[in-house]
């Protein structure tokens, strides 16, 4: 499993990626994570074996944003909610944690799921929905969104915490036309 991983990781480090081939060092990767599974009854699959897991399934995240497949992204980030928030007391915190939450939130947006945005912010501190930019990014979006300023969304553009945030702006801008359209008849 390891070389698998470690192959995976590597290319995904590299500053521009094939992602063709990480989308099947990916397949590849995952399958072999099959043998860390937790049987129900039996004891948590080791520290290290999690942390491997969680480093794969964020590769898998920031990967299907990069090929922009939101469909993928969201199957990543509903299995990567049990290392960021139920295992928290096992974990250490990602350096990822922040950025892949942020583009969930982004992607709610983009998709107009504000229902189930706003059920993401209630597992959320309010102290982090002040202070981490990538999460208070999508906030500050939705507070424009629903107060109807939608110029101050596109304005927005210019403030990405972080380029990875662009694909699902690009889709709530789409978004944000649409809703602006209907609101003009």
């Keep these: 499993m390891s070389f698998y991983v470690d192959t995976l990781k590597a290319e995904w480090a590299r500053s521009n990626p094939d992602l063709s081939k990480v989308g099947k060092l990916l397949t590849q ?3 072999s994570l099959l043998s860390i599974q937790v049987a129900p009854g039996s004891s948590l699959p080791s520290t290290a074996d999690m942390l491997l897991a969680r480093d794969v399934l964020e590769i898998g995240a920031l990967y299907s944003n990069k090929a922009e497949d ?3 992204f969201e199957r990543y980030f509903l299995q990567l909610k049990t290392y960021y928030f ?3 007391s096992i974990l250490p915190e990602s350096n990822n944690k922040w950025e892949i939450v942020g583009m969930n939130l982004m992607r709610l947006l983009a998709y107009n799921e ?3 945005f706003h059920t993401e912010l209630e597992v959320l501190d309010v102290n982090v929905l002040n202070d981490i930019r990538c ?3 999508p ?3 939705e507070r424009y969104l629903i107060e109807g300023a939608y110029n101050r969304i596109f304005k927005a553009k210019a403030e990405l915490p972080s380029p990875a945030f662009s694909f ?3 889709k709530l801008a789409v978004t944000v036309r649409y809703v ?3 609101t003009r008849h």
């Design 29 to 31: 990767t995952k399958i």
């Design 70 to 72: 939101p469909n993928a």
């Design 86 to 88: 139920d295992l928290v």
């Design 114 to 116: 504000l229902s189930l």
């Design 135 to 137: 999460v208070a990014y």
């Design 139 to 141: 906030v500050a979006l």
């Design 168 to 170: 699902f702006f690009e």
């Design 180 to 182: 602006y359209e209907i």
